[in-house]
Structure formats: structure tokens, C-alpha cells
């Protein structure tokens, strides 16, 4: 399987401020996704990221709110825009590799306060 | 609503028991069937996958399909108190839908 890297692991951010976590893969893939996992909680898709074009966001998620930018087929970020603590949450990369396989980066805890 | 659903637990068992892990879907259509281990501050890790009616063995993991049923489960032999952890069910919908989780707690 990939080895799927996250930076940062953790941050503490104040409400109105943005964070981009980073995503790195060390195989070129084709699906990479973005997940959330709040505390207690399963795993909310937030979108699948798209080499060359704009990412796919599930219901309940916005660009505006959640940019991901996928420059090349190793790399990803995800920023999350005008923290307030709601967001405060696990924030997971994923690929496919092999495909129908998916795996977790480490994960990047942030808290916002 | 595609629906994963999974008894949240605690489902404590003593150490070198099996420990039974239950999980049901609500579309037929599913064909990918996945189980994630995740320890307490960590992100989940893939432990196995099935795609055809019966058991899949790896090692002291047995995952179990029953499309008819529309359940798969994942049975732990001779569990270890490092096997204590939260087990995700996942089945693929076209995106993976996960389960809510069952916390598992393997006693000394």
C-alpha cells in the first residue's frame, strides 16, 4: 500500500483564521479523498480531490469553505477556511492504492479556539 | 439513506477468546466490503476486505459475507488485549460509507 504523509499533525488555530494540511503520497495515485473525523464520531467524506480539475464535494461541504487544490498525483491540501471550534476535528487524507483499497494518512488534529 | 450500521459496544471479551463483530448495509447493490481497525488516537487502518458470499481468512482475522442478508462481519481468534481498538465497517457505494464503529476492549 501507499505511504501517505500529513503535515501538520496537529495545530491549535483562533476562530477567523485558515489552516491548509498537506498531503503527500509517495506513489502517484488517481483518487485521493478528504475526510473528517469528529470526536467520537465515523468518518465524514468531505470531498475527493481531482488531478487537474476542481474537487467534488459531498453534501454539507463548500469550495469556499473547504479549498483543495491537487496540483499533481502525489500531492494534495486541504484548507479549512474561517475556523470557528466546530471545526475543530481529525482532518484525514486518503487514496485508493491498489484500487477499490483505500487507505488513512496519520491525520492532522486541529483545534480551534 | 445508504446506511451502514454497527453496534457501538464496549464488546468486552476475555483474552484469547473470538471476539464477533456484526455490521449490516442497506444497498443490495453493494460488491466492496471493508473493515478498518483504528486505535485511540490514530487514523484507521485497513485490516480486511471481501467482495464474495462467505469467509476470508488472513492470520486471526475471518471476515464473513452475506449479500442475502446484507451483512458482513469480522471475526478476531484468540483475541489480545492489543486488539482493543475501534473497528470501522465500510462498504463501498460508489464513495466508502463507514459504519458508526465498535469499540472492542480484549481483558487480561
Known amino acids: 500500500s501507499a505511504v501517505i504523509s500529513q503535515k501538520p499533525s496537529r495545530d491549535i488555530c483562533q476562530r477567523g483564521t485558515s489552516l491548509t494540511i498537506q498531503c503527500q503520497v509517495d506513489?502517484?495515485?488517481?483518487?485521493m479523498f478528504w475526510y473528517r473525523q469528529q470526536p467520537g464520531q465515523s468518518l465524514t467524506l468531505i470531498a475527493t480531490?481531482?488531478?487537474?480539475?476542481?474537487?467534488?464535494?459531498e453534501s454539507g461541504f463548500v469550495i469556499d469553505k473547504f479549498p483543495i487544490s491537487r496540483p499533481n498525483l502525489t500531492f494534495s491540501t486541504l484548507t479549512v477556511s474561517n475556523m470557528s471550534p466546530e471545526d475543530s476535528s481529525i482532518y484525514l487524507c486518503?487514496?485508493?492504492?491498489?484500487?477499490?483499497?483505500?487507505?488513512f494518512g496519520p491525520g492532522t488534529r486541529l483545534t480551534v479556539t | 439513506q445508504k446506511e451502514v450500521e454497527q453496534n457501538s459496544g464496549p464488546l468486552s471479551v476475555p483474552e484469547g477468546a473470538i471476539a464477533s463483530l456484526n455490521c449490516t448495509y442497506s444497498?443490495?447493490?453493494?460488491?466492496?466490503f471493508f473493515w478498518y481497525r483504528q486505535y485511540s488516537g490514530k487514523s484507521p487502518e485497513l485490516i480486511m476486505f471481501?467482495?464474495?458470499?462467505g469467509d476470508k481468512e488472513d492470520g486471526r482475522f475471518t471476515a464473513q459475507l452475506n449479500k442475502a442478508s446484507q451483512y458482513v462481519s469480522l471475526l478476531i481468534r484468540d483475541s489480545q488485549p492489543s486488539d482493543s481498538a475501534t473497528y470501522l465497517c465500510?462498504?463501498?457505494?460508489?464513495?466508502?460509507?463507514f459504519g458508526q464503529g465498535t469499540e472492542l476492549s480484549v481483558k487480561p
Open positions: 486518503s487514496v485508493e492504492a491498489p484500487p477499490d483499497e483505500q487507505y
Open positions: 506513489s502517484q495515485v488517481t483518487m
Open positions: 480531490a481531482n488531478q487537474g480539475s476542481e474537487a467534488t464535494y
Open positions: 444497498d443490495r447493490g453493494s460488491q466492496s
Open positions: 471481501i467482495y464474495s458470499n
Open positions: 465500510a462498504v463501498r457505494e460508489g464513495k466508502l460509507i
